[in-house]
């Protein structure tokens, strides 16, 4: 019993010793980049349970005794160990940490992280940006995501074919919906314009998020069967610091279609080759020129940007930009210019409570248009003749004449070019306002509206002297064209979590105009020229949204996403849609098998089926009954009056969406901690009610084609794509990302099983070398199959009768391949040792095909005959010594196979740090854009649009040197 007393007694000392050593914490958790207060930041007792959370205000109070570690973690920044020496008030600083700010992706309407996501979906952020001579923002994407195509013209400031797994339809939009800070754009440009993306700098883009399946994409409802960028700009932060880039580019054009030097030339003319006709030899000249050569130029071009980053007042962050482009074009005159202004605003009021996004953005674009169709041009000029002739009437440049009159033929392509000028502007504004508002008294509960604004004033004024024996001998014209875009989105957001369920809800509303007007002066120089005028039917789409995220236990995880959408497009019957989606995910590694996995770090199934839309067509009141004033030949005398005819335009009422339902099955996974990561995803994709431009019976509209929802196609494929840090360490490390795409597409259904011809070619009036055909890819080529002789040489004019009726006529066409690739490559590789960086990027086409339009409408001998002069052709008619092009032009020997590897870019720097208590660092840099290509295909490049190449704009190898320099 004295035992047990004793214990009590000294038990009783004891706990009041224990409570007075622990002591109550207290402090504030700050974002370290601009002093704002972080609510919900994780606190706890290192090696105990105890914990606490930061409020709103980001205070917090915790019991601690001196000795003990803090840990404060905190989604999106680096967690901080602390140890509690007995500082009071204890306050801490976060800052982000970008590998765990990777996690996080933008999807429609909100966010997610990488493992919570249930759809198909990938984000490169601005680390992970293809490196080169980027003009355009889409390239910065170029090889990095897979299942994304990007082909991109040689021309300065060049528009870009963007494409995701393919697209969705054969006759509408394949184009992508981009989106802006919330503002989704319109892929119409304007006059005086590169391009809808040739405005927006690269240097002022943070981030890019994919969306490709139909859970990821069906909340953007009649726009999203082509799938989605999500495009983030960079803000401002607190913390003051400033940037300025530069960049210098030396561009050549090394290769170049092979046609007869002018001695070849002399040669083969003196030869007599074409059978029955007998050439002139006296139209020969005695100089020598190489065409190509002389409308092609090495070019220099520039790019400055300028950044500020900082806190007006010490109270609001901000982002200020200033950018300036000059690119010089390979072909002669032509260039593009643009100024970008940017500026980004994101205060916080209320206590954290709201918090403002404001992001302005001006661009400026000059642009001085070039036509590529010279490039034709300097294939067929005689080689023998000069470029400049004193005496000539025609400006002081050569033309063939007899006199002062011209001979009918090709004219000289460098008076071409330099003889027009053909300039244009355009001015665009485009940014938004996003307010985010947390409820005080329901802090799961936000309000978000976002309010955006996008427009372009474009302009063109053309002066151009022309060779020709008409009255009219030049061209002064002026174009303008407005194109407004307004978007108002508004939505709620709930997130909670109840027990082992944690929830995320979203509803809301989407209202958009698109405007679209602008006018043409006509020749002012011609009388019977006349300008026009117009002001195109706005196009204006409502949506109502909802998506309801849930996550079970925080290993099963469910999407679901619903769309109503109306659009001004289709005719009261028609214009609402339903597209609606859902999803569902396993997140295996979080399972106790795996959990304490030490090589399976992640393991993720997943699943998801959706609808999705299609509205992009070029008309835009179709089902109306419409009348157009006809043009002055079109009109009628009633005694002393002339009055314009009234001429009624094709309609169709019944013209509805095209749907895309989507199924797909991925996994994704993650190895040694994430060393090895990345996914696989199968899927199919059933385009229905296709929106296509058809024939209709003779009489039964006011056109002979339509718009028409005619038929079905398929998209089935295959993506894998791995990233790997092989090394990872303070001084080296050495990162590898590949990805692989298997595409097979085929038209299931045409309207009552009936072919359809497109892809018109060069060499004769109404050919065609395409065709689309149910059970066949769309776009695949229709062509004869070639005869041979017994020595392997081509017979002019033979084809195999392949249906055996003895008769060679259309029926006798077969397709052979199609443009599109069975399989997509990229591979990208960065290694960092100490200050130096190394990077480059492959990508690679296999299965392929191009039809060769340069040969087959100019590599054969009757050509030599130019009208009435004399005109060059490719050096490969020596191969198949064809006569005359009428007789081959839908011959199969031009579809050439065009699988290809290219090394786009390729990159070294060194980066020089600390250099003062003003510079940081110095990183000098240089590289070469457009590597090598390697590939079978005999034409200048393997990538050409829609599979025909008749004259492409080549893309120069680029050397790059730049410097970055941070203060």
């Known amino acids: 019993m004295k035992t047990f007393l004793n214990s009590l007694l000294l038990l009783t000392f004891l706990i009041p010793a224990t409570i007075f050593g622990q002591t109550n914490v207290t402090g504030v958790v700050t974002d370290e980049a601009n002093a704002l207060p972080l609510p919900g930041v994780n606190i706890l007792v290192k090696g105990t349970t105890t914990g606490a959370s930061t409020d709103f205000d980001g205070n917090y109070s915790i019991t601690a005794n001196e000795g003990d570690i803090l840990i404060f973690s905190y989604l999106g920044y680096a967690t901080k160990e602390i140890t509690f020496t007995g500082q009071s008030p204890l306050n801490v600083s976060l800052s982000e940490d970008i590998g765990q ?79 802006i800070d919330g503002l989704p754009i319109t892929n119409d440009g304007v006059g005086g314009s590169r391009g809808i993306l040739a405005s927006i700098n690269p240097n002022d ?40 880039d530069v960049q210098f580019t030396f561009g050549d054009i090394d290769e170049q279609v092979d046609v007869f030097s002018a001695d070849d030339f002399r040669a083969l003319v003196n030869s007599q080759p074409i059978n029955g006709t007998t050439l002139n030899t006296d139209l020969l000249g005695d100089t020598s020129t190489d065409w190509q050569d002389a409308i092609f130029r090495q070019t220099v071009s520039a790019v400055h940007n300028a950044t500020l980053r900082g806190s007006l007042f010490n109270v609001l962050p901000a982002r200020l930009s200033f950018g300036v482009t000059n690119q010089e074009g390979a072909l002669l005159t032509s260039k593009f210019n643009r100024r970008n202004l940017s500026v980004a605003l994101n205060p916080s009021m209320f206590d954290n409570h709201l918090k403002i996004n404001v992001n302005a953005n001006l661009a400026f674009e000059d642009s001085r248009f070039a036509d590529s169709g010279q490039i034709g041009a300097a294939l067929r000029y005689d080689p023998t003749q000069p470029i400049y002739d004193p005496t000539s009437p025609f400006g002081g440049f050569y033309q063939h004449r007899n006199g002062n009159t011209l001979l009918l033929g090709t004219t000289n392509p460098v008076a071409s070019l330099l003889q027009t000028n053909n300039q244009g502007d355009a001015n665009r504004f485009f940014g938004n306002i996003n307010f985010d508002y947390k409820f005080h008294f329901l802090p799961e509960l936000r309000a978000v509206l976002n309010l955006g604004f996008d427009q372009t004033d474009g302009n063109t004024d053309n002066f151009s002297v022309f060779a020709t024996n008409d009255d009219v001998t030049a061209n002064i014209s002026r174009s303008f064209q407005t194109r407004k875009n307004q978007s108002l989105d508004g939505f709620l957001n709930y997130k909670k979590t109840f027990g082992d369920i944690e929830t995320d809800l979203t509803a809301g509303y989407s209202y958009q105009r698109f405007t679209n007007d602008g006018s043409f002066s ?43 959408d109306g659009t001004s497009r289709f005719s009261e019957q028609n214009q609402w849609g339903n597209f609606y989606a859902g999803a569902v995910a396993w997140q295996l590694s979080e399972e106790d098998f795996l959990k304490d996995s030490e090589t399976i770090s992640n393991l993720k199934l997943r699943a998801s089926y959706g609808i999705t839309g299609q509205q992009e067509i070029g008309e835009r009141d179709l089902f109306l009954s419409r009348y157009r004033a006809g043009n002055e030949n079109s009109q009628f005398q009633f005694g002393n009056t002339v009055i314009r005819s009234l001429i009624p335009s094709e309609i169709n009422p019944d013209l509805k969406w095209e749907e895309t339902k989507t199924l797909e099955f991925g996994i994704d996974y993650g190895l040694f901690n994430d060393r090895i990561s990345g996914s696989l995803n199968v899927f199919q994709k059933d385009s229905e009610d296709l929106l296509f431009n058809a024939p209709v019976p003779d009489g039964s509209n006011f056109s ?15 993506e894998f794509t791995t990233n790997v840090d092989a090394v990872r ?31 018109g070619i060069a060499g004769g009036t109404g050919n065609f070398i395409q065709l689309f055909r149910e059970g066949e890819a769309p776009n695949s080529f229709y062509v004869f199959k070639q005869l041979k002789d017994a020595q392997g040489n081509y017979i002019e004019g033979a084809y195999v009768d392949l249906n055996g009726d003895n008769i060679i006529n259309d029926e006798d066409r077969y397709l052979k391949a199609n443009p599109d690739p069975d399989v997509i490559l990229g591979f990208q590789t960065n290694l960092e040792y100490r200050n130096f960086d190394f990077a480059f990027n492959l990508r690679a086409n296999i299965g392929n095909y191009v039809y060769n339009n340069v040969n087959s409408s100019r590599a054969q001998y009757e050509l030599l005959q130019d009208n009435a002069v004399l005109g060059n052709i490719p050096t490969s008619v ?90």
């Open 101 to 179: 700010l990777n996690e996080i992706v933008l999807i429609g309407y909100g966010t997610t992280t990488k493992k919570d996501a249930t759809g198909s979906l990938e984000s490169v952020t601005s680390e992970d940006f293809t490196k080169g001579n980027i003009v355009t923002p889409e390239n910065l994407l170029q090889g990095r995501v897979a299942g994304v195509t990007i082909n991109t013209s040689g021309a300065p400031g060049s528009g870009s074919e963007i494409k995701i797994r393919g697209g969705s339809s054969i006759n509408a939009s394949n184009n992508p919906l981009i989106v």
């Open 205 to 244: 883009i943070e981030s890019f998020t994919v969306l490709k399946d139909a859970s990821a994409t069906a909340i953007y409802g009649s726009r999203a069967s082509n799938g989605v960028i999500i495009i983030v700009t960079k803000k401002g932060k607190a913390k003051f610091s400033a940037d300025y």
């Open 522 to 564: 006509g020749n002012r120089l011609d009388p019977l020229s006349v300008g026009d005028t117009f002001a195109d039917p706005d196009i204006v789409l409502i949506g109502f949204f909802g998506r309801a995220n849930l996550t079970f236990f925080e290993k099963y995880l469910a999407t679901f996403t619903y769309r109503r």
């Open 704 to 718: 002979n084609s339509i718009v028409q929802n005619i038929g079905n196609l398929r998209i089935q494929g295959i």
């Open 729 to 759: 360490s303070e001084d080296f490390n050495l990162n590898f990302n590949f990805n692989a795409t298997f595409l097979d597409r085929e038209i299931t259904e045409l309207a009552f099983g009936q072919d359809v011809t497109t892809g």
């Open 878 to 967: 020596t191969q198949t010594n064809f006569q005359r092009t009428s007789d081959v032009i839908i011959s199969d020997v031009y579809v050439e196979n065009a699988s290809f590897l290219k090394m786009d870019n390729i990159t070294l720097g060194y980066t020089f740090r600390n250099l003062s208590n003003v510079i940081k660092s110095v990183r000098l840099w240089g590289g070469i854009q457009n590597v090598f290509t390697i590939t079978e295909y005999s034409g200048l490049d393997p990538e050409v649009f829609n599979g025909i190449d008749n004259t492409i704009y080549p893309r120069p190898r680029n050397i790059l040197i730049g410097a970055n320099i941070k203060f």
